[in-house]
């Protein structure tokens, strides 16, 4: 560290002229002594006086001035170390008591506070790119140059492959404008994705932190919610309705022998139990899933949706491939989505299956080509069905069962508009 001199009437103001001038004042007031002394003694004598006081003071203020300029060019190596937040380093003083000493003292207690401190940060920014990584909803860090300098996993939530491939690059690159606030150019993206934003330090320099919120999953963990309470109170409605009657019908029939009556009973009985079976499939909509996800294997599951749809003749595409889910429930999901696709009048061997593998997720794609969909925006609505028996709890249970995997169901229709196409994700474990 260059420590700069002031002046002062344009001479040199420092420490080490200060020392110097006092050495000539010194041989000065010396040489003065030894032309007073040359009156009363030989010159001899005089010059061998001054030969020694000038020696013993050059001995000792030359000690003085080493000794003082050590003190702060040790000071300045730590002081340059701190800056550099190297604080591991001391400088050791070249006294041990006095004014310099404390000043040692001092400036090494300096560096260890700062050292405690910058452990607690760096243990404090260790938690946050750790809470980052295991955090499930996308985080993506730009550095001071507005760089992508770090994300967690979930970044493929958003751009469907590792955040490592799009290291360094800018907001606009991803599609992303700062003013007024955070938000995607992407309409679609803007629409599903709230974005939060806040700073931190890293390094001396500011990072950009941004958390994307998934809008739709929680306004559909709202309706969900408010669809389990309707249900559930329809349920408890309805069950104590049937009851009384069921048990009624039973005792009619026991007692009438009429054929026409028995006939109208039983409708009513078979109409009861129909009822019945309806309230409980919707009461599996916000019953707690029991899942045991385990690696399968994608073309053994193709088997058997062909031995369930023989009629169907379903065709495969990039087997083989594993998948990470529970049997039983994906089977139910897949049973749904196909036979939506029959039910669609898709014509035999149109009904695909469409397996593909990434680093963080799996994809299902059922396609068919049927009639399309109807009404897109009612998809996943309860009780709602665009066939003429159908009760509209297929697709909501479909997606229910998916999102209880961690995964996500969507449904839209082809670009030509002939069909429609199911797209499950389904996470794969790191």
């Not at 730590?78 to 380093?89: I, K, T, V």
């Not at 700062?178 to 309409?187: L, T």
């Amino acid at each position: 560290m260059r420590w700069q001199t002031e002046t002062q009437g344009g001479r040199p103001d420092s420490l080490e002229h200060r020392l110097k001038t006092a050495i000539f004042a010194c041989l000065l007031i010396q040489l003065t002594c030894c032309g007073l002394l040359l009156t009363v003694l030989p010159a001899w004598q005089v010059l061998l006086l001054a030969l020694l006081v000038g020696t013993l003071l050059y001995v000792l203020f030359s000690g003085i001035y080493r000794h003082t300029i050590s003190a702060f060019r040790r000071a300045g190596v730590q002081l340059d170390a701190l800056h550099n937040e190297d604080y591991n380093l001391e400088a050791r003083p070249p006294f041990t008591t006095g004014r310099v000493a404390e000043f040692h003292r001092q400036l090494n207690a300096l560096g260890d506070t700062l050292r405690r401190n910058k452990s607690h940060y760096d243990q404090q920014l260790f938690v946050l790119y750790r809470l980052i990584d295991q955090l499930n909803t996308p985080i993506l860090v730009f550095d001071h140059r507005l760089q992508l300098s770090y994300a967690n996993a979930a970044f493929a939530q958003l751009f469907d492959r590792p955040w490592q491939s799009l290291r360094h690059a800018s907001p606009t690159l991803l599609g992303l404008i700062q003013e007024p606030e955070w938000h995607f150019s992407d309409h679609q993206k803007a629409q599903r994705w709230q974005i939060r934003h806040s700073r931190f330090v890293d390094g001396g320099q500011g990072q950009q932190l941004l958390v994307f919120i998934d809008i739709h999953s929680a306004l559909r963990e709202s309706q969900l919610q408010a669809w389990q309470k309707l249900i559930r109170v329809l349920s408890h409605e309805i069950r104590n309705s049937l009851t009384p009657v069921s048990a009624l019908t039973q005792n009619l029939l026991e007692k009438h022998s009429g054929e026409r009556d028995r006939q109208a009973l039983e409708l009513i009985g078979e109409r009861c139990q129909h009822l019945q079976d309806f309230v409980d499939r919707y009461a599996a909509l916000h019953k707690p899933l029991h899942i045991q996800s385990e690696w399968l294997d994608a073309g053994a599951l193709f088997q058997r949706m062909t031995a369930l749809f023989p009629e169907a003749s379903l065709r495969a595409e990039g087997l083989p491939q594993r998948l990470f889910a529970d049997a039983a429930l994906l089977l139910q999901v897949l049973i749904n989505l196909v036979k939506n696709a029959v039910e669609a009048d898709s014509p035999d061997g149109t009904i695909e299956l469409v397996f593909r593998e990434g680093d963080r997720f799996s994809e299902i794609r059922v396609r068919d080509r049927g009639h399309g969909i109807a009404n897109p925006d009612n998809l996943f609505v309860p009780f709602y069905s665009t066939k003429a028996h159908g009760q509209g709890i297929g697709l909501s249970l479909s997606r229910h069962i998916i999102e209880q995997l961690g995964g996500q169901l969507g449904l839209a229709g082809t670009a030509d508009g002939d069909g429609a196409c199911a797209t499950i994700l389904l996470p794969r474990p790191q």
